[in-house]
């Protein structure tokens, strides 16, 4: 008989069906074996609350303890981290999946006034920016993880609140003032505005651009300027980071060919997190690289960007982003949650699969800061070669 057990009355000896509760561990947990106490140990430290178990081949579950007995698994847990944030990770990014959703719809209704060529309400987007900034503050990978993954149809809304999520932590890291931090929230979340009026197959392309097209979609940042500036009430440096977020540091970009400091910094942060959100993005000309491998390549791109810029975007982000699929000393794979406190090479990761017996392991979760961890990162691993068909829904769904 299939039956659900809370963790704390897992005991060795019970058959593990498989996990209960929102179960979205399963895609790398074998199914069916008998428990031992440090897979129990193992499951509990990983977040799992509940598990199936099967009493038809292993031991069932024993009568409530008295409720004078003290909880015998309570007892053997690590005592509460001293600094407890209001929301944890986990529920953060369940705030987070609210904001998108709603912010993806907010975004496509003004871009569909744009295309309509009526006035674009700016008054819509500061509390998207605000709810946005709040969850940034809170847990700055949250919102950055559900935001990177979209499907290639709704890459332009996305993209936009992606970019204004980007937009908040860099503007807070570069210790820009509140002000300046909603602001550039804001312009994050415009810069693109005037795809909205490119033609729709060209955006849509799922393949390379010709000449003619590429010169229509570079008008983009001009007719996206223009609709802001007539909208009204858009701060200046929102109506800089349209028209030039596409400028290069070299001077080799468009439409003003800019170069250097002529750039306001604004646009220079746009320009860094407009990149780095497109490629680790599926888009309809192009299927997403790494987390990690992006900033890599972005680093090797010179004259794109403003180098103090970029340096403080990856502190922002991390050396080891969200998503990012890294090699533990341990030859175990494991997929970066959450960053550090202290250490960018720190980050909290989960640990999924031992790279040496090419086998999955049970999922769990390790505070590489924590001093009793006893692991760390030995290397990024590339995600190509080892073509796990589901690493995003690893840290997706914490
Ligand atoms: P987007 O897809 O949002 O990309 C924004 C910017 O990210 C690009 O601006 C470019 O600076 C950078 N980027 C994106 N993918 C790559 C890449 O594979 N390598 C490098 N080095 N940089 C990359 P860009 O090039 O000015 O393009 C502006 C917009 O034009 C793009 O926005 C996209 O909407 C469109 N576009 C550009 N190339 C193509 C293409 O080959 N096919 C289609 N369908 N659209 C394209
Ligand atoms: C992103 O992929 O958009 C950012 C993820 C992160 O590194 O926090
Ligand atoms: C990489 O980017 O190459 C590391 C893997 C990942 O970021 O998902
Ligand atoms: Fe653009």
Redesign the pocket.
């Known amino acids: 008989m299939l039956k659900p057990v809370p963790i704390a009355r897992v005991r060795p000896g019970m058959w593990f069906h498989r996990l209960g509760g929102s179960g979205y561990h399963h895609a790398f947990v074998k199914r069916g074996f008998l428990l031992e106490e440090r897979d129990i140990a193992a499951l509990a430290e990983g977040g799992v609350d509940e598990l199936i178990i099967d009493t038809a081949q292993g031991l069932d579950v024993e009568a409530e303890p008295p409720a004078a007995a003290a909880p015998p698994a309570a007892a053997a847990r690590p005592p509460a981290a001293p600094l407890q944030p209001r929301y944890t990770i986990d529920e953060e990014m369940q705030n987070a999946r609210h904001i998108c959703l709603d912010a993806k719809s907010k975004v496509m209704a003004l871009f569909n006034d744009a295309r309509l060529g009526r006035a674009v309400q700016f008054d819509s987007v500061l509390p998207m920016v605000d709810a946005i900034n709040a969850s940034v503050g809170r847990h700055p990978d949250a919102l950055l993880s559900v935001a990177r993954l979209k499907s290639h149809d709704e890459y332009t809304y996305l993209h936009s609140v992606a970019v204004c999520a980007l937009m908040v932590a860099l503007a807070r890291r570069l210790g820009l003032s509140e002000s300046e931090v909603r602001d550039a929230g804001a312009a994050g979340m415009l810069h693109d505005l005037g795809k909205a009026v490119m033609p729709i197959d060209v955006l849509n392309k799922p393949g390379a651009l010709t000449d003619d097209e590429f010169r229509v979609m570079k008008s983009h940042p001009e007719r996206g300027f223009a609709m802001l500036k007539a909208a009204g009430g858009v701060p200046d440096c929102a109506l800089d980071v349209a028209l030039h977020h596409h400028e290069k540091f070299d001077g080799t970009g468009y439409p003003h060919k800019l170069e250097g400091d002529a750039i306001p910094l604004m646009s220079r942060m746009g320009a860094v997190c407009d990149v780095y959100d497109a490629i680790t993005s599926n888009r309809p000309y192009k299927k997403a ?6 900033l890599q390549r972005m680093v090797g791109w010179k004259g794109h960007f403003d180098d103090l810029v970029l340096k403080a975007f990856i502190r922002s982000i991390g050396i080891y982003p969200v ?3 890294v090699r533990l000393e341990s030859e175990r794979l494991a997929v970066v949650l959450e960053q550090g406190e202290g250490s960018l090479l720190a980050p909290r990761v989960r640990v999924f699969f031992n790279a040496r017996k090419r086998e999955p392991v049970f999922i769990k979760d390790l505070d590489l800061a924590a001093s009793d961890c006893g692991d760390r990162i030995v290397g ?4 190509d070669k080892w073509n796990f068909p589901s ?1 995003d829904k690893l840290w997706l769904a914490q």
């Not at 990024?380 to 995600?383: G, T």
């Open positions: 690289w790494g987390p990690a491998e992006s998503g990012a699929l990024l691993e590339s995600p690493l």
